[in-house]
Structure formats: C-alpha cells, structure tokens
C-alpha cells in the first residue's frame, strides 16, 4: 500500500470553471463553487469566485460593484495583486491589497459595495483575487453584521520543513497555529505556497468537507490525481490526510469546514432557510432595513 493512502482523504472529483463572467464592470471571474450536484459536499462553503489575474489599463471611473445587499451568509475576500475598496451601511469599510483578507458578515443585513480603489484605478495594474461565501448555521443568520479587516502582517505563516514552501492560516488552526477570523462554525482556510519537485501533508479533520483550489502551478494529490491551475479538487469526509505534490511553483486555497446539516434557501444575495425568509429578506430590503449608503 502506497504512503499516500493510509487514512487518506478520497479525491471525489476535478472540476473546472462553470462560468466565466463579469461581476459589475470590475471583475472579471471564473466561478469554481457551486460545481454541478456537489453542493451539499461543499458546505459550509456556498460560492467560490476567482478575480482574474487580469490586468486594467489607468482609469479615473471607479469599476467594481456598486450599492447591493446581503443576508444570511459571510462573504470572504482574499486578495492577491490590486487593491479593492470596500463601503458599507453599517459605516465600515477599508481598503485591502495583496495579502490582505475582508471577511464581512452578512448575518442579518448589509447594503455594500466594493470598488477598484482609488489609486490603484488611477495608476492601473495586475487585479487578483478571490471571493468566497460561506453559509451561517441558522442559529446565527440574525444576529447583528460584523466586519474583520485582516492584513498581511496578522496572518500568520508557517515555514514548511526545508524550505519548501509556506501556509498561512487565515481561519483555524495549521500546526497548532491559529488563524485571526473569527468564524461562526469549524473552518480551516489556508494560502499555501508549494515550490517546485517538493510536497507537503496537509492533516484535515474527518468529517469536514475539504477542498483545494489551484491558482497556479501543477500539483499531484495523494501520488495520483493531477490537477491544473484554475482547478478545484473535492475530497471526501473520510480520512485526514492530503499530500500536495508541486510539479510547478503552486499557489493553492486550502478550505475545509464542518458541513452545516440545514436546507438551504437561495434567491440572489440571501442566503436562509426557507422560501418565507428569502421573501422576508426581499421585503426588508425594498423597505430600506438593511440601510443604504450614503
């Protein structure tokens, strides 16, 4: 029996992108989560966007998504080259650039709205990134939004033996060191760089739906399966382990979360339980509940 394979995490499935699209007129993305039938074996995570890489010329308008709300889940974003500006109707916001995370909750209601910012639109240059939702247990779908602002400085980074690349832990726990988000169910969410001919064991909880995005490079998972860049492999709840060979310098986001047993109820930007919530969250938008910007 290969080393690889002892209680080892089943690699159900590669997929590519979905879509390819423009989300307002300032981000071009390929979208990896939903993959087709395999929702439920994402949980907690509802939507993986990719932002570009793409470069913009010099521009005076402000591109990005203007004014839109949000209900029921948390929205992750996780930047790699530019720099997005970001505004809501709860009075926060800020600006986040390379290596800089914004992890937003929705929760009960936001109105926001995320732009190109300022100088970064006027100079023009490389945009890339990515955003994530990620679903709320019912428990908490309600209660008040909450902002986190996590720069590069504050997310910790573990060496990996020899030399061979790095993880950073923006939520959970790699190696007993812990990640700043604040998260409202068991997340792990890594950036890992992998160097070229090395490998490394990523160890992640039974039980927990796990996946690994490949932004560049070329890995092998488990000594068999090759994945490409701008690729998602889902593994199964069995087992622990993953072992990520890099046959290129690899770029790779690690998620891995306890599934949240709830239905769930979509239509747009909420995310609830019912039918009768997503009405509920229509009409409180339309009646200025969530607030706007001013």
Sequence with gaps: MRTETINAKELVGVYQAGSHHMVGDGFPVRNMIPGAGVE????????????????????????????????????????YHGKVAHRDSTGSGGVIGPGDVQWMTAASGVVHEELHEKEFAKQ?????????????????????????????????????????????????????????????????LYDLRLKAGHRTELNLPEGYNSSLFVLHGEVVMNGSQTVQEVEIALFGQRGERVVVEAKQDATILVLSGEPIAEPIARYGPFVMNTRDEIIQAVHDYQAGKMGHLS
């Design 124 to 188: 023009g240059g490389l945009l890339e990134g990515i955003q994530l939702w990620v679903n709320l247990p019912k428990a908490f779908k309600m209660t008040a939004p909450r902002y986190q602002t996590l720069v590069d400085a504050e997310i910790p980074a573990v060496e990996l033996d020899g030399g061979v690349g790095r993880v950073r832990v923006i939520a959970g726990e790699f190696r007993a060191v812990k990640g700043p988000a604040k998260t409202f169910s068991p997340v792990h």
């Design 40 to 79: 439920e074996q994402l949980s907690p995570f509802l939507m993986l966007d990719y932002m570009g890489p793409e470069k913009f010329p010099p521009t005076t308008r402000r591109l990005g998504v203007g004014e839109h709300p949000h209900r029921g889940f948390e929205t992750v974003t996780i930047m």
